[in-house]
């Protein structure tokens, strides 16, 4: 069976990396971004195997899996249901594949609209750095029907070390944010660590080498030593903004479901407090800046 062409809406930092990804593959790519420069760019970058799509509906009409990966709840529905939206173009025996950071009841919503047009739906958020987007090193995180995920499957392993199929629609989403709620304290816990070795005397290259290879020594340590290093001169991977984004989704969903997250809410107060002091487009790598200026000129 012929691979699907793969639309990808949404070409920011880790839709790139997909649309990269796929290209390298040999896959057949449609791009589409609210900025059209940006999309524009990027198949200019990769080549003939990628087009652009002027809007969603047309990206849709022409693949058989539509991927998208945009900033917000409110980004995820207007894509969908706009009147150039991707349910304006699905055609029947597609699959839309829901990959962004959302609530659960918001893919949900998109279900019988989507199931009207003939179409399969997914939500599929990710973890990850782009470096492993672009290497096919994901894991996703896959909510909805077996028969949706084997349409979308040899697209979706193309681009994860491991697909998990966790349940209904919805979980993956579910899923996204209790991954989310450990990678935010994680970061905060790197932060302060680092900061708290540094102010001691502690080379902090050195004191970073140690955290990596303790027992605390997730991936995540290991691909975010630039980041925590070396800020200046380190792109943003994950801004501030997205990390406050998520975690105010985490303490939605807690809300909802009775589940207490306490280390959530402080780590919302640090990300808040690290926009104020550095800017919301910085990664969220930067609580460890703030907390190196909020740190007392003088130790004993």
Same mark, same amino acid.
């Given at each position: 069976?012929?691979?699907?062409?793969?639309?990808?809406?949404?070409?920011?930092?880790?839709?790139?990396?997909?649309?990269?990804?796929?290209?390298?593959?040999?896959?057949?790519?449609?791009?589409?971004?609210?900025?059209?420069?940006?999309?524009?760019?990027?198949?200019?970058?990769?080549?003939?195997?990628?087009?652009?799509?002027?809007?969603?509906?047309?990206?849709?009409?022409?693949?058989?899996?539509?991927?998208?990966?945009?900033?917000?709840?409110?980004?995820?529905?207007?894509?969908?249901?706009?009147?150039?939206?991707?349910?304006?173009? /699905?055609?029947?025996?597609?699959?839309?594949?829901?990959?962004?950071?959302?609530?659960?009841?918001?893919?949900?919503?998109?279900?019988?609209?989507?199931?009207?047009?003939?179409?399969?739906?997914?939500?599929?958020?990710?973890? !990850?750095?782009?470096?492993?987007?672009?290497?096919?090193?994901?894991?996703?995180?896959?909510?909805?029907?077996?028969?949706?995920?084997?349409?979308?499957?040899?697209?979706?392993?193309?681009?994860?070390?491991?697909?998990?199929? /966790?349940?209904?629609?919805?979980? !993956?989403?579910?899923?996204? /944010?209790?991954?989310?709620?450990?990678?935010? #304290?994680?970061?905060?816990?790197?932060?302060? #660590?680092?900061?708290?070795?540094?102010?001691?005397?502690? *080379?902090?290259? &050195?004191?970073?080498?140690?955290?990596?290879?303790?027992?605390?020594?997730?991936?995540?340590?290991?691909?975010?030593?630039?980041?925590? &290093?070396?800020?200046?001169?380190?792109?943003?991977?994950?801004?501030?903004?997205?990390?406050?984004?998520? /975690?105010?989704?985490?303490?939605?969903?807690?809300?909802?479901? #009775?589940?207490?997250?306490?280390?959530?809410?402080?780590?919302?107060?640090?990300?808040?407090?690290?926009?104020?002091?550095?800017?919301?487009?910085? *990664?969220?790598?930067?609580?460890?800046?703030?907390?190196?200026?909020?740190?007392? !000129?003088?130790?004993?």
């Amino acid at each position: 069976m012929a691979e699907p062409t793969v639309a990808i809406l949404g070409t920011g930092r880790m839709g790139s990396a997909m649309a990269e990804r796929l290209a390298g593959e040999g896959v057949a790519v449609i791009v589409y971004n609210r900025t059209g420069e940006r999309a524009a760019e990027l198949a200019a970058r990769l080549g003939g195997s990628v087009v652009v799509a002027p809007t969603p509906a047309e990206a849709a009409s022409r693949a058989g899996v539509v991927i998208s990966m945009v900033a917000d709840d409110e980004a995820v529905s207007g894509l969908y249901r706009a009147p150039d939206g991707i349910i304006a173009g /699905l055609r029947p025996g597609a699959v839309a594949v829901e990959m962004s950071t959302v609530l659960p009841d918001t893919i949900r919503s998109l279900a019988p609209d989507v199931r009207a047009c003939g179409a399969g739906l997914l939500d599929a958020p990710v973890s !990850g750095s782009v470096s492993l987007a672009r290497s096919g090193g994901l894991t996703i995180m896959v909510g909805g029907e077996t028969a949706d995920l084997d349409g979308a499957r040899p697209v979706l392993e193309r681009l994860a070390r491991r697909v998990f199929h /966790l349940g209904p629609l919805g979980s !993956g989403a579910v899923m996204k /944010l209790a991954v989310n709620t450990l990678i935010f #304290g994680l970061n905060g816990a790197v932060a302060e #660590g680092l900061v708290l070795a540094e102010r001691n005397g502690i *080379d902090p290259a &050195l004191a970073y080498d140690v955290l990596a290879e303790s027992a605390a020594g997730a991936p995540y340590v290991g691909y975010k030593r630039d980041a925590f &290093l070396d800020p200046d001169r380190t792109p943003a991977a994950f801004s501030l903004a997205l990390a406050a984004k998520d /975690l105010r989704l985490i303490h939605q969903l807690a809300a909802t479901s #009775g589940a207490a997250v306490p280390q959530a809410g402080v780590n919302l107060e640090v990300i808040q407090a690290a926009e104020r002091f550095v800017g919301d487009d910085a *990664d969220f790598s930067a609580v460890a800046t703030h907390l190196r200026a909020n740190s007392r !000129g003088d130790h004993r």
